[in-house]
Structures are given as structure tokens and as C-alpha cells.
């Protein structure tokens, strides 16, 4: 993680003001050139261990879910994930909603950059989301994760139809070091003729990391070219890890 990013993480998020207002706060033209130059940042603390406690007892409330995923059966990895249902929770809406507002800005320079057809993004998630729905992508995609003890996450891309925002979030809801060991997020960065490239993130509790859903603009000698990312999850040592994954797109 570079220096500035490890000095922001020791930051206590501002649990006296709103998320969105914490979201606000965020140094986002430092954000922006770290998306633009790497395909992903981490973030200081966003939310309090008290709000990452919340998230994770909803966990065992079945009826705030639309679909429950055995990674396992799916050869996914090992865990288990969950999509939430409408209306989502109130806490879970607001990070989707006020991250949007933060990220369209971004999404649309890369759009911009990588010469893409079609109309600039709605600045706010509702415009974004009428878009998701015209195109038959109804149901909504964030979602919690628990991984106990050899769990994992196969790299992979959040697609779920035609329309996909080019970027998306992960929170860590638990302790490292206390909570788990291991499990650290993982990105492979597939560039044009040229070896892939891959990260290992450690993350802290209430932590974020934004990264490119599929692919990041990279300025190149003849202007930007597309490199493809994948994430997941390398394999739990000991205890349980939750997290929170938050997509902007809606699923088909």
C-alpha cells in the first residue's frame, strides 16, 4: 500500500458524521489518480466497528436476503455469500448511493478515455439504476461474504448483464490479526503483451477498497489502453472474515 494510503488507513472514521458526509470528506482527486494509475485504492476507516457489528448481524436475518450462494457447489471457492434484498438496508444504501455520486465522475473519464459508445453515466445512482432497469437488470447485487477457516474467493469480474459500472467496493466487516488470518483481497491485473500482474491487500476493519469491475484505462505511449482486472480472496489461515461487497449495477 503507498505511504499516503497506509497514513489515511490510521485514521478513525468520524462515526459523529453521516456516511455520506464521511464519504464526502475523502481526499477524491488523490483517490481519482490512484483509480486512474492502478485500478484500485483503499480507503481510511468508513465505518465504525459498531456499524461493521450491525452489518454483520444482519447475517443470520434471512429475510433481508434475495439469494443465498454456496461457493463450494458452484466451484466459486469456499464460502458463502449472500445478495440482499429490496429495500436494502438502510446503512447499505446510503454507501451505495453516496460512493456512486463520488465514483460517476471517475466512470466517466474512463469512459471518455477508452473511447466507449453511448452516453455519459447519470451522476446519481437512482438515473444509473432507471438505465439497469430498462435493460432488464432488476435485482439488486450488494452483498455479504463469510469466509470461515480454508475459505476463498476464485478471481473473477461482478457481471450480471449488459449494463456493468466500471467500478465497485469491498468493505472488511472483521478484525485481522483478531477476527482472522489471512484472506487477503486479491487483484490480477491481465495487461497487453505483457506478464499479468497481481496485488495482495490487506485490509483493515470498516476499511474499503474501490477497483475496476472489468477493465481500467492505462495511458500508453499511443493513448490509453484497456487492462482487465479480476478479484478475490486468498485462503483463510484461521477464523472468520465478513465483508461487504457493494456493486452499483443491478442483476438480471
Not at 429490496?86 to 446510503?94: G, K, N, S
Not at 450480471?160 to 483478531?178: D, K, N, W
Not at 491487500?201 to 477493465?215: D, K
Request: with cysteine.
Amino acid at each position: 500500500m503507498p505511504e499516503e494510503e497506509l497514513e489515511a488507513a490510521a485514521t478513525p472514521p468520524d462515526t459523529q458524521a453521516g456516511i455520506g458526509a464521511r464519504i464526502d470528506k475523502l481526499d477524491w482527486e488523490r483517490l481519482g489518480r490512484g483509480l486512474e494509475e492502478r485500478g484500485y485504492v483503499v480507503t481510511p476507516a468508513l465505518l465504525s466497528p459498531a456499524e461493521c457489528a450491525a452489518l454483520v448481524a444482519l447475517w443470520e436475518q434471512e429475510a433481508c436476503f434475495r439469494k443465498r450462494v454456496d461457493m463450494a457447489r458452484q466451484r466459486f471457492g469456499e464460502g458463502v455469500y449472500k445478495y440482499f434484498a429490496d429495500p436494502l438496508p438502510p446503512i447499505v444504501r446510503e454507501l451505495r448511493a453516496s460512493l456512486y455520486r463520488r465514483l460517476a465522475p471517475v466512470a466517466n473519464r474512463w469512459r471518455t478515455a477508452l473511447r466507449l459508445p453511448g452516453e455519459p453515466l447519470a451522476d446519481e445512482l437512482t438515473g444509473f439504476l432507471e438505465l439497469c432497469h430498462r435493460h432488464g437488470q432488476l435485482r439488486p447485487t450488494p452483498l455479504l461474504l463469510r469466509y470461515e477457516a480454508g475459505g476463498y474467493n476464485c478471481l473473477h469480474q461482478d457481471l450480471y448483464g449488459e449494463i456493468a459500472f466500471p467500478l465497485q467496493a469491498t468493505f472488511v466487516l472483521s478484525r485481522r490479526g483478531a477476527e482472522y488470518r489471512g484472506g487477503q483481497f486479491l487483484l490480477l491485473e491481465d495487461r497487453p503483451r505483457a506478464q499479468a500482474r497481481g496485488y495482495a491487500i490487506e485490509l483493515e476493519q470498516g476499511e474499503a477498497i474501490i477497483f475496476a469491475s472489468t477493465v481500467h484505462p492505462v495511458s500508453g505511449k499511443r493513448g490509453y489502453y484497456r487492462t482487465r482486472l479480476r478479484h478475490g480472496v486468498s485462503p483463510l489461515l484461521a477464523g472468520v472474515r465478513l465483508s461487504l461487497g457493494i456493486i452499483f449495477h443491478d442483476a438480471r
